[in-house]
C-alpha cells in the first residue's frame, strides 16, 4: 500500500472551500497585475482559486484578490484569466509528455503503443483529436484495464512535441507521470469547456 503524503490544504477565495493545494491555482501579484503561478515559484503572498468560472467571477469581482493579496492589485478579466490559465495548464501537459519521452516512458505511434499496451507497461493512452475511428479501435485498451484514455491534441501538434512527423496516438508508461498527464489532462478539458 502506498504511503499517502500529507499535502497542504489551501481556501479558494472564490467559494471559500478548502481544497488539496494541487487543486487550487495559486494567484501573485505582478508588476503588472494579477499573475497565475502555476509552477508555484514566484515570491510574495499568495491567493488561491478552483479552476471554475464561479470561483475565478468571485475571485476577481472587485477587491477579493487585493484582500487576499492584502495589496491593491488590478485583476484580469474573467475571460482573459481563463485564456491565460488554459495556455499555462496546456503547457503543463506538453511538457509532462515531452518529459515522459526524455525518460523512455513514452511509446509513440500505433505499433509501439499497440505493444506496450500487450505487455501491459502503458498507464495512459492519449489518442489525437484527429485519429482515425479505424486506428483507434485497433489500439482500444482492453476492458476492465485501469489504463486511463483521453482524446488530446491533433497529429500535428503530438508530433511537434516529439519531433516526428504526425503522431496519432501516444502511450505514457509510467504510473507517476500517468497520473500527472491524466489530472492536468481533466483541468485542460474542464477549461476548454468553460471557454466555448
Known sequence: ????????????????????????????????????????KLPGR???????????????????????????????????????????????VKSLIAMAAKSGKLAAGYSAVHDALEKGRANMVLYAE?????????VAVPGGSSVFETTLFTRDEFGKM????????????????ADAVWKETKRLKSLININE
Do not use: W
Open 162 to 177: 516529439l519531433n516526428r512527423e504526425l503522431v496519432g496516438v501516444v502511450s505514457i508508461n509510467d504510473s507517476n507521470l
Open 130 to 138: 484527429d485519429l482515425a475511428s479505424g486506428t483507434r479501435e485497433k
Open 1 to 40: 500500500m502506498k504511503d499517502i503524503k500529507h499535502q497542504p490544504e489551501r481556501t479558494c477565495i472564490g467559494c471559500r472551500g478548502v481544497f488539496k493545494k494541487d487543486e487550487v491555482v495559486r494567484i501573485v501579484a505582478g508588476p503588472s497585475g494579477a499573475v497565475i503561478d502555476y509552477r508555484e
Open 46 to 92: 499568495a491567493a488561491y482559486v478552483c479552476p471554475r468560472r464561479s470561483c475565478i467571477e468571485s475571485a476577481l469581482a472587485k477587491d477579493v484578490l487585493s484582500r487576499a493579496l492584502r495589496l491593491k492589485v488590478k485583476p484580469a478579466g474573467v475571460d482573459a484569466f481563463l485564456g491565460a490559465l488554459t495556455v499555462v495548464v496546456t503547457e503543463k
